[in-house]
Every structure is written in structure tokens, then in C-alpha cells.
């Protein structure tokens, strides 16, 4: 099958021929500028690689890890000198799954037990993240240069950049679903090509379900991604859902567009069954794979929870309704009810605060940041007597204050114009806030809303494409063009003066995200709102 690539000529055949308006879709199946879309990617993406990297060794706390970093970091290091789990013996309990804590290992295993060591991977991840955004927001705008402006506002994007720079799980979370949610966006791509090329064989209407769409590798890979998005956090359950949801939804938009004779039934009897295969049981199997140390070890936690060997400190027992299932599996689903029970306890209600816990109704406009560093005892460089070192996860206001227009327009732009590119990143937006607030009462952080960042930054690129406008200024290939049009003119300077000021807005708040030395009067200067405080 020929990659899924803008082919004007399908098959040899003239495009007003093989897809007469208005009965059939036109026969667009992504961007073409294939050379010059890479070229504009890499070179975001070593910007990217440049911000996370710098000076990516400061600050830690005296040595050691910052913040969240002191669980993930010596977890990860336990990891890499103990065949691959954590012999845990500072903790009760290991509360998340392994597979964020593998990849600081992988740092920690190049690097030592140093703070670039436990902090490499999440600047891998993060760079790649740009990258992935970039590549995305170019396919559903069919725009490099609107993909362009995505990379620079994520780059620019405090919350994803601090994330990026600290050796916790989010980042990777982030990474994970922004992956599969563009797995999706190209198999959205390729399923269309498929059916274009049955419509012109003649094949469309042969069944009144419609033509069956062969495997479809892409939205196997996002169903891998998703599991290794729920292998970091539990979270991307949400994920799993949400984005199964997309997929069929897509499906059944396909099938109408080319006309199927029963497109709903068509995609029940088709296309239902292998999303629940892809999305729902390949995400299971990713899941128990990344296990596979501890299945593998003989002093994992709870390992041997189940079971007859050491069946005197046994506390699940022998017998019981599901004790035909292997020891093993019994003993994983123990340890994962501990950790529910764990999560679950958190809550204000039992007695569980910290000073910089926040609710998801704060986190659209980065209203409750998160501090995750700071020092003014012996801290010196900001050519004062007295200087002040902090780090805080805070999203750039010119982005994150745009959260609610942009969300608002998204949903306009969904139910009036049929606009699935505005549908589809709601989608993703709302599976990473949304199910927050089915527990209020939970303990939470901002640091939850990373995996929003680069729904939200695509938003806003979509926007601005559509500031832009169409030809003449943007073509399928993302060309700009030069016309004697004062109103377009002032369209292209109001994008150009919002992306500087997203800049300007980044460079400004650098100090308090990578805790460069400062005086106390500009971290006081820093912190906009009372809530920031």
C-alpha cells in the first residue's frame, strides 16, 4: 500500500474523476512538501533539544534530586542495579507503574546516579514531543508553516519545558499520548486513501457495510503507545478511552463520506472489533509486558503475594474464585490494588494537603503553579547580597490564558462547521482534564495538566491558521504568498506579533523555570497573581 501522501493524480486517474464533488471526498491525503516539511522539523526540533539540554544539571537540592524527582530518580537508580525493579526500601509502597521509571533508568544507566543522569530521558522526551507536534499539526492543517508555528509555542511552553527538565513521569505521559493521538491522525489518513482506492475500483458499494480495510498498522501503534502511556501512569486509562472513541468515530465519518450504503452498520461489523484489538487489547498486553522484570524477579514487591511459596506471610491465600489464574498474575493484581487503595486515600478529607496542590478547574489557565525548587541560603550570582534560586511549572500566560477562547472557538468551530481537526484535539484535551473532576475531594497538582500542553498548543495553531486563512497566503504545501492585500498583511503581522510575544512572554519567565540565580525584588516580579504566590 503507498503511503498515504497527497496524490492529486490517485492512481493515475484525474482527481475531479475520482472524487466528483460533491458525492466523494477530495483526494487529499496529507501534506506533499515531504523535504521541506523535515528540514523546518529538525531545525525546531534542535531549538527544542538546545532549551531542554542547557544547563541541565541545575538546580538539584544540594546534590541530590528536586522535588518528585527524590521517588522517581532512586527508583529508577534501584532499577538499574537490581535486574530491572525496585527493591523499594524507603517506601511502604510503589504507586505507579514502571515503565517512566525505566526510561530515567536508561539516563541513569548512561549517566550514573547524577542529575543528568535522572533527568536525560525526559529531555529526550521532550524534545521529541516538539517534534511530534510539529509533524501533527502539519498533517491536519496540510500547512508546514502552520506546523512550524506549533514547535515554536511548545517550545515556548512552560509547563512541557519544566517537565522536560526534571526526572518525573509526566513528560513521558505527555510524550506517549501525543504519539498515539498522531498515530490516529495518519491511519484517519490512511483509511481514506484505502476507501478512495476502493471507490475507484468500483468496490465500495460490492457489501452494504463497505469494503474491509486490511490491517491497519497505525492505529496498532497507537494502541502500543497507549500502553506504555497507562505502563507510566494510570491516567492514560483515559487515553485509552477517549481515543478508542476517536478512532471508531473517524471510522464511521469515512464510510459516510464515500457513501457506504450502511456506513453505521458497516463500521459495527468492521471496524469495531479490530479497535477493540488495537485500543483496548494491545494497550492490556503492553501494560503486563511492561512488567516483565518484576515477573522475571525474586524479590520484586508483592511478587510472591500469591501462591503457595512462602504461603505463611501469604495475603491473599490459596483458594478463592480466582485462584485458577497463574500465581504471578494473582500477585500483580494485589499490588496493583495496594496502589489503588493508596491513590485513593489521598484525599483533603482524610487529612492530605500540601501548600501547592491545585484543582482542575485552575489548571486551563495555569492559575495554581507548582514549585518545585527553591533556595536562598548560599545562593549567589544575581550580583546582590541576597538571591533567590527557584524553579516553577507554570505555562506561558500568552498561551495558557488563551486556554478558554481557544476552547470555546474549538467548540463552536466542532458543532457548526463539522470541523474534525477542532473535534479531534478537544478529544485529547478533555481526556487529560475532564476526569479530574470525578474526585474533588483527591489530592492534585498542576503537574497533572502536562499531558493538556500540546492539545492546547495545537489549538492554537489551528487558530491562527485560520487567521492566516487559505490560498493565497497558504497552499497545501504551506507556501506562503505575497499578495498587494493590506488585510492580509495585517493577518500575517497579528500571527508573527502573537508568536513573538509567546517568545518574549518564554524568555522572560526563563529564570524561574530553570533556577537561575535572581535578586528577591524580580522573583517577587515574577509572580503575577496571588495564586502564583
Same mark, same amino acid.
Given at each position: 500500500?503507498?503511503k498515504?501522501?497527497?496524490q ?14 460533491p ?11 515531504r ?9 525546531? +526540533?534542535g531549538?527544542?533539544? =538546545?532549551?531542554? #539540554?542547557?544547563? &541541565?544539571?541545575?538546580?538539584? /537540592? %544540594?546534590g *541530590? ?9 532512586h527508583?529508577a537508580w ?6 530491572g525493579v525496585?527493591?523499594?526500601p524507603?517506601?511502604?509502597l ?7 521509571k525505566?526510561l530515567?533508568a536508561?539516563?541513569?544507566?548512561i549517566y ?8 536525560f ?6 524534545t521529541?514531543l516538539?517534534?511530534?507536534v510539529?509533524?501533527?499539526t502539519?498533517?491536519? +492543517?496540510?500547512?508546514?508553516? =502552520?506546523?512550524? #508555528?506549533?514547535g &515554536?509555542l511548545?517550545?515556548? /511552553? %512552560?509547563? *512541557?519545558f ?5 526526572g ?11 504519539a498515539a ?5 495518519v491511519d ?10 476502493a471507490d ?11 469494503p474491509?480495510?486490511?490491517?491497519r498498522?497505525w492505529r496498532f ?10 505502563g ?5 486509562i ?6 478508542g472513541?476517536l478512532?471508531?468515530c ?6 459516510r463520506a464515500?457513501?457506504m ?8 461489523v468492521?471496524?469495531?472489533?479490530p479497535a477493540l484489538?488495537?485500543i483496548?487489547?494491545?494497550p492490556v ?6 512488567y ?9 514487591y508483592d ?5 503457595n ?22 500477585a ?7 496502589s489503588?487503595?493508596?491513590h ?19 489548571w486551563?489557565m495555569?492559575?495554581r ?5 527553591y ?7 544575581c ?7 527557584a524553579?516553577m511549572?507554570?505555562?506561558?500566560p ?7 477562547p481557544?476552547?470555546a472557538?474549538?467548540s463552536?468551530r ?5 470541523d ?6 478537544l478529544?485529547?484535551y478533555c ?10 475531594d483527591?489530592q ?14 495545537m489549538?492554537?495553531a ?10 493565497p497566503?497558504l ?15 495585517l493577518?500575517?503581522a497579528?500571527?508573527?506579533l ?21 535578586t528577591?525584588d524580580n522573583?517577587?516580579?515574577?509572580l503575577?497573581?496571588?495564586?502564583w504566590?
Amino acid at each position: 500500500m503507498t503511503k498515504p501522501t497527497y496524490q492529486p493524480p490517485l492512481l493515475g486517474v484525474d482527481a475531479a474523476a475520482s472524487s466528483p464533488a460533491p458525492l466523494r471526498p477530495a483526494p487529499d491525503f496529507g501534506p506533499g512538501d515531504r523535504l521541506r516539511g523535515w528540514l523546518v522539523t529538525l531545525l525546531l +526540533t534542535g531549538i527544542a533539544a =538546545i532549551t531542554r #539540554f542547557v544547563n &541541565l544539571d541545575r538546580p538539584t /537540592d %544540594g546534590g *541530590t534530586p528536586t522535588f518528585d524527582e527524590k521517588y522517581y530518580a532512586h527508583q529508577a537508580w534501584e532499577m538499574v542495579g537490581n535486574g530491572g525493579v525496585e527493591d523499594n526500601p524507603a517506601y511502604g509502597l510503589i504507586v505507579h507503574p514502571p515503565v517512566g521509571k525505566q526510561l530515567i533508568a536508561l539516563g541513569e544507566l548512561i549517566y550514573g546516579y547524577t542529575p543528568v543522569g535522572w533527568r536525560f530521558s525526559a529531555a529526550i522526551a521532550g524534545t521529541v514531543l516538539v517534534l511530534l507536534v510539529i509533524r501533527i499539526t502539519r498533517r491536519m +492543517t496540510r500547512s508546514t508553516m =502552520i506546523g512550524a #508555528f506549533a514547535g &515554536l509555542l511548545l517550545i515556548c /511552553d %512552560g509547563t *512541557t519545558f519544566v517537565a522536560s527538565r526534571h526526572g518525573m513521569l509526566d513528560i513521558f505521559q505527555a510524550l506517549f499520548v501525543t504519539a498515539a493521538f498522531g498515530c490516529l491522525i495518519v491511519d484517519r489518513d490512511e483509511v481514506r486513501y484505502r476507501l478512495a482506492r476502493a471507490d475507484l475500483e468500483g468496490r465500495i458499494a460490492r457489501s452494504p457495510y463497505g469494503p474491509r480495510l486490511g490491517v491497519r498498522w497505525w492505529r496498532f501503534g497507537a494502541g502500543v503507545l497507549l500502553g506504555l502511556a497507562c505502563g507510566t501512569k494510570w491516567s492514560g486509562i483515559y487515553f485509552v478511552v477517549a481515543f478508542g472513541l476517536l478512532s471508531v468515530c473517524f471510522d464511521i465519518a469515512a464510510r459516510r463520506a464515500y457513501r457506504m450504503p450502511r456506513p453505521w452498520v458497516g463500521t459495527a461489523v468492521r471496524d469495531i472489533g479490530p479497535a477493540l484489538y488495537a485500543i483496548v487489547l494491545i494497550p492490556v498486553l503492553v501494560y503486563l509486558a511492561s512488567y516483565g522484570a518484576w515477573f522475571a524477579s525474586e524479590d520484586g514487591y508483592d511478587r510472591y503475594a500469591a501462591g503457595n511459596l512462602y504461603a505463611g506471610a501469604n495475603p491473599i491465600g490459596r483458594g478463592g474464585f480466582w485462584s485458577w489464574m497463574p500465581d504471578a498474575l494473582r500477585a500483580l493484581w494485589h499490588n496493583q490494588g495496594q496502589s489503588l487503595s493508596f491513590h485513593k486515600g489521598l484525599t483533603n478529607s482524610a487529612g492530605n494537603h500540601h501548600p501547592w496542590e491545585s484543582k482542575p478547574w485552575s489548571w486551563p489557565m495555569s492559575l495554581r503553579p507548582m514549585l518545585y525548587h527553591y533556595a536562598e541560603t548560599g545562593v549567589t550570582g544575581c550580583g546582590r547580597p541576597q538571591c533567590v534560586q527557584a524553579v516553577m511549572l507554570i505555562g506561558t500566560p500568552a498561551l495558557w490564558w488563551l486556554s478558554l477562547p481557544m476552547l470555546a472557538w474549538a467548540s463552536w468551530r466542532s458543532a457548526t462547521r463539522r470541523d474534525w481537526r477542532y473535534a479531534a484535539l478537544l478529544v485529547g484535551y478533555c481526556a487529560g482534564f475532564l476526569p479530574w473532576f470525578l474526585d474533588l475531594d483527591r489530592q492534585m497538582y498542576y503537574f497533572y495538566a502536562v499531558p493538556m500542553a500540546p492539545f492546547l498548543v495545537m489549538g492554537i495553531a489551528l487558530v491562527l491558521a485560520g487567521i492566516l486563512g487559505p490560498a493565497p497566503y497558504l497552499d497545501a504545501d504551506g507556501r506562503l504568498f505575497l499578495v498587494p492585500s493590506k488585510r492580509q498583511d495585517l493577518k500575517l503581522a497579528l500571527v508573527c506579533l502573537y508568536s513573538g510575544l509567546v517568545v518574549a512572554n518564554f524568555i522572560w519567565l526563563w529564570p524561574i523555570l530553570t533556577g537561575h540565580p535572581i535578586t528577591v525584588d524580580n522573583w517577587h516580579d515574577h509572580l503575577w497573581l496571588p495564586s502564583w504566590r
